[in-house]
């Protein structure tokens, strides 16, 4: 083949690649958002408390932490290609079953749901460090970021409509078929996949393999992912109803500042492959570090300039996302290094994340005001800006 077939062929690659990679993103998250705007619906329906509802969106949760473990047997026993059809598969049929009428069916579902969730979280920075270019990782895990900021808006947008057309339950099941489309994509990559590594020569990491032991970069890193997973859950949680409680809003202005997080996510995530072309990754994480601490430190001191917090929080949590998974898919070495380095960032963050929301809650109970949970989430912050910049420090003296 010649060159420019060859550069072709090479684009057409990465091209499909991303859009593989930008589908699941979507399956990601959009499952986890779909019951919340109909969450009363749904409710009602079932017969369970706000308290037993709010297992739906827990379990996953802490499935991202304790069954992280599983990603790496599967992609041994399967491939990485394998192992993300199985995230799929399982994503459809939890979406599909997570609608059916009984809420132990639902609390069943939503623990495939994260299980398979689960997969793809791990095994994504892996696929990246594998098969894109290092100059292109950065923009790879942007497109990953800002479809899963992206997944999030459009389902808790759309969700509302559907239910008004078909019933909560059939606008619910309606996201299965994104699924499907995602692992229609995913088999024509595994198809050009298994092409390709029938032409190829061994892996280079097919030999001898030594344990993964997390060093103190892993550790900073998961240091770092941890407060930054802290300081999502507790604002997206808490902060419409700060808002109501702290200023009186109403539902709807409330619920507007939580989509403006959202929203400005999609910024944040586009922005960091954009710095990182011109300032070096500490620089990059240290100002993403100093927007997060802005918006606790704005409900603290300028609650009516709630927008504005919400605005700069909103690109730190994405481009906070976006920088911390560019750095894993940077230094993690072969892929399954990587595979394990990311397994051990995500069991140790979505640990300590799964007890944010309840501990900023319990705080407020305890206190009776949003001033000692917002120094909460202020801390959760700035240890996001301790820990990360340390940890882009330390990557920047490895290889890539």
Known sequence: ?????????????????????ALLAFQLRSPLVALAPVAAEAQRDWGVTPAGFGLLTTIPLLCFSLATP?????????????AIEVCVGGIVVATVVRSFDGFGTAIAAVVLLGLAITIGNVLVPTVIRRDVPPRGRGAATSVYSVAINVGTVITSLVT??????????????????????????????LR????????????ADAGVRTPFRPDLLAVLLAGAFAAQSCSYYGITTWLPTLLADERGYSAVVAGSASSVFQLAGIAGAILVPLLRLRFRPRTVIGLIGVLWVSLPFVLLVA?????????????????????????????????????????FIQTCGYLVAAAAPPAVGAVHQATGS???????????T??????????ATLASRRPA
């Open 382 to 391: 700035l240890g996001f800006l301790v820990f990360g910049v340390l940890a």
């Open 160 to 189: 509302v409509p559907l239910a008004a057309l078909l019933g909560w339950r059939a606008a619910v099941a309606a996201w299965s078929v994104a699924g499907v489309l995602t692992a229609v994509v995913w088999l024509v990559v």
């Open 70 to 82: 599983l990603a790496p047997w599967l992609a041994r026993r399967l491939g990485l290609e394998g």
């Open 192 to 203: 050009r996949t298994r092409r390709a590594a029938a032409l190829a020569a061994p892996a």
């Open 1 to 21: 083949m010649s060159a420019a077939g060859e550069g072709r062929s090479a684009r057409l690659r990465i091209g499909l690649l991303l859009a593989a990679i």
């Open 370 to 380: 949003w001033v000692a949970p917002m120094l909460v989430v202020l801390g959760t």
């Open 303 to 343: 609650p009516e300039h709630f927008l504005i917090g919400s605005i700069t929080g909103g690109i730190a949590q994405g481009g906070g996302f976006t920088a911390l998974f560019t750095i894993i898919a940077e230094v993690g070495g072969d892929a399954r290094r990587t595979t394990a380095l990311s397994a």
